[in-house]
């Protein structure tokens, strides 16, 4: 797993390349982890090359949702691929994540 | 060969080796992507699951896949000599329905497991763990 970072209007822009497995999850979260501890609480995920998916990227996932929850912000995916998307759907995921098409209609949710 | 089978160490950094040998066998068996994607989900979970649950001992163990394609259908089974452990019972299946402040984070992967399996099966023999999953294709 790849992870990138950028920010724009103050939203954390990650992409996570790759599989998102029991090997790679603490990787992610340590580093959600700490942007969230400096309060950062926008976070839009480019999912586009993201390959794999297991339950501990799940949790990951879920963690973070709920804690920008906590703070008032917002949390944005786009770009699941099909297979991925299904297992968000068997999760039960998709009512809780707004899920978009493209980077545009994620920066859009922010509007 | 119809037949395939790999042993594992009950060490996480072996997902590497399990994922090369589902890589392998979708491949061979030419089986339609979805395949490969469902399948590594499914062997993860399990895998992890008894890496985390079934050893208390801190010592080294093995862990035996094996996938046989029958006909139509993918018939998986994993076995270990861990203590007693039945993966079925361990977690009871998370509450999808539940707003997100009350939804636990865990949970599932043994859920997971269930729904894109259409069979999953516990057995002890002796002091053996044996799990069995089928697949339809």
């Known amino acids: ?7 724009q209007n103050g939203i954390n822009i990650m992409g996570i390349q790759g599989r998102l497995d029991t090997s790679s999850a603490p990787e992610l979260e340590a580093r959600l982890n700490a ?3 400096l309060h950062e609480k926008d976070y839009i ?3 586009r090359e993201m390959e794999y998916i297991s339950s501990s990227g799940l949790r990951v996932f879920l963690s973070l949702l709920k804690r920008t929850a906590q703070m008032n912000g917002k949390l944005v995916l786009f770009g699941l691929s ?3 998307a299904e297992i968000f759907t068997i999760a039960g995921f998709e009512k809780y994540f707004i899920l978009k098409d493209d980077e545009a209609g994620a920066l859009d949710y922010f509007q | 060969m119809s037949k395939y ?8 950094e072996e997902l590497r080796r399990l994922e090369e040998f589902v890589n392998e066998f979708v491949l061979e068996k030419r089986l339609p992507d979805c395949n490969l994607f469902e399948l590594n989900l499914v062997l993860e979970e399990i895998f992890t699951n ?3 649950y079934a050893f208390k001992d801190g010592e080294a163990h093995d862990i035996l896949i094996t996938i046989e394609q029958q006909d139509s259908a993918l018939c998986i089974r994993v076995e270990d000599d861990g203590m007693p452990f039945d993966p079925t019972l361990r977690e009871p299946p998370p509450d999808i329905d539940k707003p997100l402040e009350e939804r636990d984070i865990g949970g599932l992967g043994i859920h997971l497991v269930r729904n894109l399996m259409q069979e999953v099966s516990y ?6 763990n044996i ?7």
């Open chain 1, 1 to 7: 797993m790849e992870i990138t970072e950028r920010k």
């Open chain 1, 35 to 37: 942007l969230l501890d």
């Open chain 1, 45 to 47: 995920l480019d999912c």
């Open chain 1, 82 to 84: 099909q297979s991925i």
């Open chain 2, 5 to 12: 089978a790999i042993t594992l160490h009950n060490r996480i």
């Open chain 2, 50 to 52: 008894i890496v985390f």
């Open chain 2, 123 to 128: 057995r002890r023999e002796g002091d053996r």
């Open chain 2, 131 to 137: 799990l069995t999953l089928i697949r339809k294709l």
